[in-house]
C-alpha cells in the first residue's frame, strides 16, 4: 500500500511557466514533508521541507503548500528553469517513533525551452 | 562543508556473492540511512543507525544488514546476491533527530550478474 503517492509520473511545462507538482499521503501520522530532486545516477538533492504546524514555506523559485485536511501538498516552481528538468520526490516522516522517509514513485519534469 | 560520500560508485557481482558498502556522513552527523532505489519498487527504506545501533529497519530480508561505527561512519552488507539486488543504494545522513532533513550521497550502483 502506497502511503505515499505522486499521480503524474511526468509534466512538461514551458520554461517560464509556473510548474506544479502534487503529492498525496495516506498516513495521518506523517507530519514532515519534504521534496527532492534527483538527476539520473545521483543521489536525491533536498529542495525544500515544510512542517505540519505550517500550511506553505517559500524558498526563492520554491514554494511548498501543504493541506494537512485534504492530506495533499504541492510544489510550485516559479518560474521553471530548464535546469529544473529532473525528477522529483516527495517524501514524508511521522511525527514519532521512527526516522524513516517514506518516498512517493517520482514525478519527471520536463521544462522546455 | 563536505557532502556525503558512498563508494564505491559503481560495482559488479555475481549472484551468490556478498558485498559490502560504505558511507561516510556530513562531519557533526550522527544517524546514517540507507535507501535503495529500483525502477520497480522506487525508493525504499532499508535501515537507520544512529550512535552505532539501528534504531529502524525496513521490511527487508536478513541478507541485508548494516553497522555504524564510532566515527558515524557506516557500511552496509547484502549476502548471497540475488539478481532482485540490482539497484542503486543511497545513504543519507543528518543529525537523528525528527523533523531533520536527510541529506544523501551519490549513490552506489550495483549490478548483480
Known amino acids: 500500500d502506497q502511503q505515499v503517492k505522486q499521480n503524474s509520473p511526468s509534466l512538461s511545462v514551458q520554461e517560464g511557466r509556473i510548474s506544479i507538482l502534487n503529492c498525496d499521503y495516506t498516513n495521518s501520522m506523517f507530519d514532515y514533508f519534504l521534496w527532492y530532486k534527483k538527476y539520473p545516477a545521483e543521489g536525491p538533492t533536498f529542495l525544500i521541507s515544510i512542517s505540519s504546524i505550517k500550511d506553505k514555506n517559500e524558498d526563492g523559485r520554491f514554494t511548498v503548500f501543504l493541506n494537512k485536511s485534504a492530506k495533499h501538498l504541492s510544489l510550485h516552481i516559479v518560474p521553471s528553469q530548464p535546469g529544473d528538468s529532473a525528477v522529483y520526490f516527495c517524501a514524508a516522516s511521522p511525527a514519532a517513533g521512527s526516522y524513516q522517509l517514506t518516498f512517493g514513485k517520482g514525478t519527471k519534469l520536463s521544462v522546455i525551452p | 562543508k563536505a557532502g556525503v560520500t558512498q563508494t564505491p560508485r559503481y560495482l559488479i557481482k555475481t549472484r551468490g556473492q556478498q558485498v559490502t558498502l560504505s558511507c561516510s556522513p556530513i562531519?557533526?552527523?550522527?544517524?546514517v540511512s540507507w535507501y535503495q532505489q529500483t525502477p520497480g519498487q522506487g525508493l525504499q527504506f532499508l535501515f537507520e543507525?544512529?550512535?552505532?545501533?539501528?534504531?529502524n529497519k525496513g521490511n527487508f530480508p536478513g541478507r541485508f544488514s548494516g553497522r555504524q561505527f564510532s566515527n558515524s561512519r557506516s557500511e552496509m552488507n547484502v549476502s548471497t546476491l540475488e539478481l532482485g539486488d540490482s539497484a542503486l543504494y543511497l545513504c543519507?545522513?543528518?543529525?537523528?533527530?525528527?523533523?531533520?532533513?536527510?541529506?544523501f550521497g551519490p549513490g552506489t550502483r550495483l549490478l548483480v550478474l
Open positions: 543507525y544512529f550512535s552505532e545501533t539501528q534504531r
Open positions: 562531519s557533526g552527523h550522527r544517524s
Open positions: 543519507a545522513s543528518s543529525a537523528g533527530v525528527l523533523q531533520e532533513t536527510q541529506y
